[in-house]
């Protein structure tokens, strides 16, 4: 039997592991827990927003969209945003979450802002230019010390473990055009890329390197 099927229950796709007793994983942008982060969310809160530098269309491409919420916080905050995500398995449920979440009036308008593409954001990177920002929120390896994260995270993580691309995507990211690098990292991982970040933004956990770039 494999570990992981796509199944569909009450009309939307979900990520099984049949390893496993969590429940199903489905993405949900209208959840009540992630609609009161959007309401809570601010461009002077938000870290993200802080190192992002939020203003209305600015045009962002986050690289490893994930479970696709930092990217519509960023949409709620009036960027435009490009979403490219790799896994065809997390892109189709992205991509329902999002036309789920276009049915909701309070929410349609952010998803206009988002666009999303299933591809190799280091392909993707090196055949368009047209962003302002770059941001990057990679799956680095986990440390043996380090906790597992829990929940959607921790089921993300699992499935998508073996994916050793952190290093070379953040090699091409450097190498694009851009205004704005920023890439999202735990505090306990520490990056050897060469060149100090121009700015830093963090709390306990969570770190944001901001690099300058050749669009400034």
Request: a positive charge; one cysteine or more; charged letters at 30%.
């Amino acid at each position: 039997m494999p570990r992981y099927r796509m199944q569909r229950i009450n009309g939307r796709y979900h990520l099984s592991d049949n390893y496993s007793s969590q429940k199903p994983l489905k993405l949900d942008f209208s959840s009540p827990k992630f609609l009161e982060r959007l309401s809570a969310a601010g461009k002077r809160s938000e870290l993200i927003a802080k190192a992002v530098g939020i203003s209305d269309k600015k045009k962002v491409v986050d690289c490893t969209a994930g479970m696709g919420r930092d990217g519509f916080l960023l949409a709620f905050l009036g960027c435009q945003v490009t979403l490219v995500e790799r896994s065809l398995v997390i892109f189709v449920l992205l991509k329902e979450a999002l036309e789920a979440a276009a049915q909701e009036p309070d929410l349609k308008k952010v998803v206009d802002r988002i666009s999303i593409h299933h591809c190799d954001a280091r392909m993707y990177l090196k055949a368009n230019n047209t962003w302002d920002t770059i941001y990057l929120d990679p799956m680095f390896p986990r440390r043996k010390t380090s906790r597992l994260p829990k929940g959607e995270m921790q089921y993300l993580q699992r499935f998508l473990e073996g994916d050793n691309t952190a290093d070379s995507l953040i090699g091409k990211a450097f190498e694009a055009d851009y205004k704005n690098l920023v890439i999202k990292r735990p505090r306990k991982i520490s990056l050897s890329l060469g060149n100090e970040p121009n700015k830093t933004y963090f709390n306990n956990k969570i770190q944001y390197d901001v690099f300058y770039g050749p669009k400034r």
